[in-house]
T-cell receptor
Framework: GDSVTQMEGPVTLSEEAFLTINCTYT??????LFWYVQYPGEGLQLLLK?????DKGSNKGFEATYRKETTSFHLEKGSVQVSDSAVYFC??????????FGKGTHLIIQP | DAEITQSPRHKITETGRQVTLACHQT?????MFWYRQDLGHGLRLIHY???????NKGEVSDGYSVSRSNTEDLPLTLESAASSQTSVYFC?????????????FGPGTRLTVL
């Protein structure tokens, strides 16, 4: 089945720093790829997605590009804010049972 | 606005008791999912449903059951609660078949089994 590898963290950065959270996956075929974010005490919400190779998803200053050749979907943001502190999940989708989530990366942004 | 709700938000129960967690969505989505979230494991799929009367086992289905009698609800039942089932449970729904559509998540239920 599908699987996802992402750093678990915690990843601690200072405000305005550049962020990269790596995500690599194994999947059958060419699934859609998603990044979800979970703020403290809340459920997951979609951050961005890409549905085919070379697509770039973007939202709230975050970006990720669907790299078929490296089976990767790394999340980036040029200047993080304290409000970006959360847990981020990478998830390929397309299988019969929906999405496969990574273990999540805990991001802490310090002022 | 459409939404997905879960109840209760917090539950404490004893080992061996039957527990049912409710999930209700007003998106009119065909697909519904139950996950559990544990430190170091991320989200793991328990059960899912692609429509009324349809249910399927996920990665960690032992000790859990679901039933789908209408589009809006997918209750999750722990037949005989165990301490290993202490976790945060999330319900989600999506519109289309397969995994190409966004899943919308509920706020979660924190379950403690003593």
């Amino acid at each position: 089945g599908d699987s996802v590898t992402q750093m678990e963290g915690p990843v601690t950065l200072s405000e305005e720093a550049f962020l990269t959270i790596n995500c690599t996956y194994t999947a059958t075929g060419y699934p859609s790829l998603f990044w979800y974010v979970q703020y403290p005490g809340e459920g997951l919400q979609l951050l961005l997605k890409a549905t085919k190779a070379d697509d770039k998803g973007s939202n709230k200053g975050f970006e990720a590009t669907y790299r078929k050749e490296t089976t990767s979907f790394h999340l980036e943001k040029g200047s993080v804010q304290v409000s970006d502190s959360a847990v981020y999940f990478c998830a390929p989708g397309g299988g019969a049972d929906g999405l496969t989530f990574g273990k999540g990366t805990h991001l802490i942004i310090q002022p | 606005d459409a939404e997905i709700t879960q109840s209760p938000r917090h539950k404490i129960t004893e080992t061996g008791r039957q527990v049912t967690l409710a999930c209700h969505q007003t998106w009119n989505h065909n697909n519904m999912f139950w996950y559990r979230q544990d430190l170091g494991h991320g989200l793991r799929l328990i059960h899912y449903s692609y429509g009324v009367q349809d249910t399927n086992k996920g990665e960690v289905s032992d000790g859990y059951s679901v039933s789908r009698s209408n589009t809006e609800d997918l209750p999750l039942t722990l037949e005989s609660a165990a301490s290993s089932q202490t976790s945060v449970y999330f319900c989600a729904s999506s519109a289309g078949t397969g995994g190409t559509n966004e899943q919308f998540f509920g706020p979660g239920t924190r379950l403690t089994v003593l």
